[in-house]
């Protein structure tokens, strides 16, 4: 029976990490909560359930839930600005599935941290995979008409924090690397002029040193200010500096080493061809899981 256990698993380890990344935003952590719930799994007796993805599904959150409870003051202490820990994808298609795009997105998932941890597992469950409110309430521990009124104030949350549907970020892979890639030749020229036609005139640089590495305390707005915080990461690197283009959380993103050694990975948004956001991670324990690449999935 144990085989059997593990073939479930396994089979839909793809949506069971998905659920659990988007619930706590770290790859890390949700690898600690997937190898947990299979240990439950494995004494779980088969002729008991019904469903094998509803079930995983409520076991798989359940404990994800308590994970982000319990690094609720860890992450409360944390300094500079908390950003999700990124995620190298393989290689699928951004655009293949809209939805899951979006919900792996940089700026979905720091929005999501706005949220309670009930409603922020209650959205995942309902908005992105299309769970059902009898399963998400017994995900949550809560009764069904209260899993609707938290879904209903947290979709209300989200959407009014959330860009208009009409300057979304487009999902267009090639056009996407072709922008990035022009972002990095006329970073590495020094051209500020240059450097600044490419971006929003509010672009945002937020970086994630944890207070272990350098990085900025606040977020860096404006065109002019994000350019010069750019060039200056260029000078600093000079010829020590290597750049490698990747997708991390279905977005364009720039993996950088100095002398060999990882730096940090930067991931990139673009609204109608104007990068908005760079969300910049050096702290080094949030990039010790992106050597490997994720397969994530809704179904």
């Given at each position: 029976?144990?085989?059997?256990?593990?073939?479930?698993?396994?089979?839909?380890?793809?949506?069971?990490?998905?659920?659990?990344?988007?619930?706590?935003?770290?790859?890390?952590?949700?690898?600690?909560?997937?190898?947990?719930?299979?240990?439950?799994?494995?004494?779980?007796?088969?002729?008991?359930?019904?469903?094998?993805?509803?079930?995983?599904?409520?076991?798989?959150?359940?404990?994800?839930?308590?994970?982000?409870?319990?690094?609720?003051?860890?992450?409360?202490?944390?300094?500079?600005?908390?950003?999700?820990?990124?995620?190298?994808?393989?290689?699928?298609?951004?655009?293949?599935?809209?939805?899951?795009?979006?919900?792996?997105?940089?700026?979905?998932?720091?929005?999501?941290?706005?949220?309670?941890?009930?409603?922020?597992?209650?959205?995942?469950?309902?908005?992105?995979?299309?769970?059902?409110?009898?399963?998400?309430?017994?995900?949550?521990?809560?009764?069904?008409?209260?899993?609707?009124?938290?879904?209903?104030?947290?979709?209300?949350?989200?959407?009014a924090r959330?860009?208009?549907?009409?300057?979304?970020?487009?999902?267009?892979?090639?056009?996407n690397a072709?922008?990035?890639?022009?972002?990095?030749?006329?970073?590495?020229?020094?051209?500020?002029?240059?450097?600044?036609?490419?971006?929003?005139?509010?672009?945002?640089?937020?970086?994630?040193?944890?207070?272990?590495?350098?990085?900025?305390?606040?977020?860096?707005?404006?065109a002019e200010?994000?350019?010069?915080?750019?060039?200056?990461?260029?000078?600093?690197?000079?010829?020590?500096?290597?750049?490698?283009?990747?997708?991390?959380?279905?977005?364009?993103?720039?993996?950088?080493?100095?002398?060999?050694?990882?730096?940090?990975?930067?991931?990139?948004?673009?609204?109608?061809?104007?990068?908005?956001?760079?969300?910049?991670?050096?702290?080094?324990?949030?990039?010790?899981?992106?050597?490997?690449?994720?397969?994530?999935?809704?179904?």
């Amino acid at each position: 029976m144990k085989g059997e256990h593990a073939e479930r698993f396994t089979l839909l380890r793809p949506l069971l990490f998905t659920i659990a990344y988007e619930i706590l935003g770290s790859a890390t952590e949700s690898d600690d909560v997937l190898q947990d719930s299979y240990l439950r799994w494995a004494a779980v007796d088969l002729s008991t359930v019904r469903d094998t993805k509803s079930y995983l599904a409520q076991l798989v959150t359940r404990q994800a839930l308590n994970a982000l409870r319990a690094g609720a003051r860890r992450r409360e202490e944390y300094v500079g600005p908390w950003l999700p820990e990124p995620l190298l994808l393989d290689d699928r298609d951004p655009s293949a599935d809209v939805v899951l795009a979006e919900s792996v997105s940089m700026a979905m998932l720091v929005l999501l941290e706005t949220l309670s941890p009930d409603e922020r597992a209650v959205f995942v469950l309902r908005e992105v995979f299309g769970f059902d409110y009898a399963e998400i309430a017994g995900a949550v521990g809560k009764p069904a008409p209260t899993v609707r009124q938290v879904a209903h104030r947290a979709r209300e949350h989200v959407r009014a924090r959330r860009k208009p549907r009409g300057a979304s970020p487009r999902i267009d892979p090639q056009r996407n690397a072709e922008i990035t890639a022009q972002f990095l030749a006329t970073a590495a020229s020094g051209d500020m002029e240059a450097l600044m036609a490419m971006l929003a005139p509010d672009a945002t640089w937020t970086a994630d040193g944890g207070g272990v590495v350098s990085a900025a305390r606040k977020p860096v707005v404006g065109a002019e200010k994000v350019a010069r915080a750019i060039a200056g990461l260029m000078r600093r690197g000079g010829a020590a500096l290597r750049v490698e283009p990747v997708t991390c959380n279905s977005a364009p993103a720039v993996v950088f080493y100095l002398d060999e050694h990882l730096e940090g990975v930067i991931t990139v948004e673009i609204v109608d061809d104007k990068i908005t956001n760079f969300y910049a991670m050096r702290n080094p324990e949030k990039l010790a899981a992106l050597a490997t690449p994720r397969d994530i999935s809704r179904g």
